[in-house]
């Protein structure tokens, strides 16, 4: 599924090519990758915004919010391409489409974002969140660190992929409980948590089977990844083998010895 890094490759590719553009017709060729009625000719893109692995469109009146769930892929085409659930018609002539493979991605026609993400926990990225809140955060839960770290209502933007890598990073188990980590501990896993997402968004995000980018470009994120699907091979760091486990029906890669239970 695209995380934080993936959809933030999505939000800055399409920027310039979306930003102030008319949308004149939608059409949900999936009826069910509409998730409420699309209304939107005649409103204007104002802005792109991303809220955890949510891409937010700011229109001149509401908001149009896309969640690629699994397979999907945003792209700004002459025609809709092969397997286009969602179709937006641009003043440009060209097309703001949703492609989904497995047909999981969702588009929403909103008044306020918060319709949709007013669930969502703190962005991993801002200015806000410091270790501090990050600490506090963690304090009063008893949660094992790997399933908590995936829920969205906890911290927005992390999925399978970037909680396995921070994890390791930070030289935490994925078993541990929240409330068992010292200052020191939250501090690291804070930085690790924050540098590897920068540095997944350098690289365009990670491709393991289908992701791609706006232009058809793939990930450049998984050359760097050190433990998430890498069962069975030796540490980068140590030697010692990756182990692979199901944690919250999750597979959960990391190295028993750098990070001891």
Request: charged share 25%.
């Amino acid at each position: 599924m695209p995380e934080l890094p993936e959809v933030e490759t999505c939000r800055r590719a399409l920027a310039p090519l979306l930003v102030g553009r008319t949308l004149t017709a939608a059409e949900a060729i999936w009826p069910r990758a509409a998730a409420t009625p699309l209304e939107v000719a005649g409103r204007r893109i104002v802005r792109l915004d991303r809220r955890g692995k949510f891409l937010l469109l700011r229109l001149d009146r509401g908001w149009l919010v896309v969640h690629l769930r699994m397979t999907g892929r945003l792209v700004v085409a002459r025609e809709p391409p092969a397997r286009t659930t969602a179709a937006f018609r641009l003043d440009s002539g060209d097309w703001f489409c949703l492609v989904d493979m497995r047909k999981f991605g969702r588009a929403w026609q909103v008044a306020r974002a918060s319709e949709v993400v007013g669930h969502l926990g703190p962005e991993p990225l801002s200015r806000t969140f410091t270790a501090a809140r990050f600490e506090a955060m963690l304090a009063p839960r008893r949660a094992r660190l790997k399933p908590l770290l995936l829920n969205q209502r906890f911290l927005a933007g992390l999925g399978n992929i970037y909680v396995d890598e921070s994890l390791h990073a930070a030289r935490i188990h994925p078993l541990r409980t929240a409330d068992s980590l010292s200052a020191g501990e939250v501090r690291r896993l804070h930085r690790r948590v924050r540098t590897i997402l920068r540095a997944a968004i350098t690289a365009g995000g990670t491709t393991i089977q289908n992701f791609a980018g706006p232009d058809g470009t793939p990930g450049r994120f998984r050359s760097q990844l050190r433990v998430f699907r890498r069962g069975g091979e030796p540490c980068y760091h140590c030697g010692t083998t990756i182990e692979r486990s199901v944690v919250a029906q999750r597979g959960t890669h990391f190295c028993p010895r750098c990070q001891p239970l």
